[in-house]
């Protein structure tokens, strides 16, 4: 697969503009945040974070601008603006290796930070904002870098608080789970998120720290990447 073209498409005139490559990573660009300042694009490989300002333009080194490219890692398969204002990423590590990565960059002066095998051995993939406790959600998956062998049994999902930087829970909502997949926040506060590479399902209350409920949906397995931001607008009804 490849290259990691960036486009953009404009409805009033209905048309497509091919930027070609503008970020760090030349094989995939895996999540594009908006941002008021612009656009954060991730990309793979590695695990790479680039910032382009869409209304400026495109000029070598300048716009995008590179922000940072986290070493032993990659494929940050989603960003996310926290409760703090702060851009966070998860990343799988890079081949046969065990153990993700949490980013955090600042959007105002794109300085950052990273934590690394914040799980132990486990992948970080899907955050959701938790802005009523000033965390983030994020959910991992056992299995690391291609070709690397799990050691850890079962995934879980942890709330990292982002002014002490520390993640300050852990839980296993759907037992015996591999690897968790995308998780968002319902209009009636509790977390939705399903079990990557299976059928399962959970909903979350990060206030009380306890899953609400857990079953199974009508379908054999779900695809990446499993669950449309909709849902944020579709589960306003209490369970």
């Known amino acids: 697969v490849g290259p990691a073209n960036t486009f953009a498409y404009d409805p009033a005139t209905k048309k497509f503009t091919d930027f070609g490559l503008l970020a760090s990573g030349p094989v995939q660009v895996y999540d594009t945040l908006n941002h008021k300042r612009g656009l954060f694009i991730a990309s793979y490989m590695n695990a790479s974070v680039d910032f382009f300002d869409p209304g400026a333009a495109v000029k070598k080194g300048v716009n995008p601008r590179h922000v940072v490219t986290l070493e032993d890692q990659e494929r940050p398969a989603q960003e996310i603006i926290g409760p703090d204002g702060m851009v966070y990423a998860g990343t799988t590590p890079s081949k046969g290796r065990l153990g993700g990565a949490l980013l955090r960059v600042n959007p105002d002066d794109l300085s950052h930070k990273t934590w690394s095998n914040l799980v132990t051995n486990q992948s970080l993939g899907r955050l959701v ?28 999902i942890f ?65 990446f990447p499993e669950l449309a931001e909709s849902l944020n607008l579709a589960s306003s009804v209490e369970p």
Request: net charge positive.
């Open 129 to 156: 904002s938790v802005p009523q406790t000033g965390q983030v959600l994020g959910a991992t998956s056992i299995y690391g870098g291609s070709s690397a062998t799990p050691t850890e049994a079962e995934a879980c």
């Open 159 to 223: 709330l990292w608080d982002c002014k002490r930087e520390e993640i300050v829970f852990t839980a296993k909502p759907l037992p015996g789970a591999k690897t968790y997949g995308a998780v968002v926040r319902a209009a009636n506060g509790l977390i939705y998120g399903v079990e990557g590479r299976g059928n399962r399902y959970y909903a979350f209350d990060p206030v009380a720290r306890k899953t609400v409920f857990a079953g199974t949906l009508p379908v054999r397995m779900l695809r």
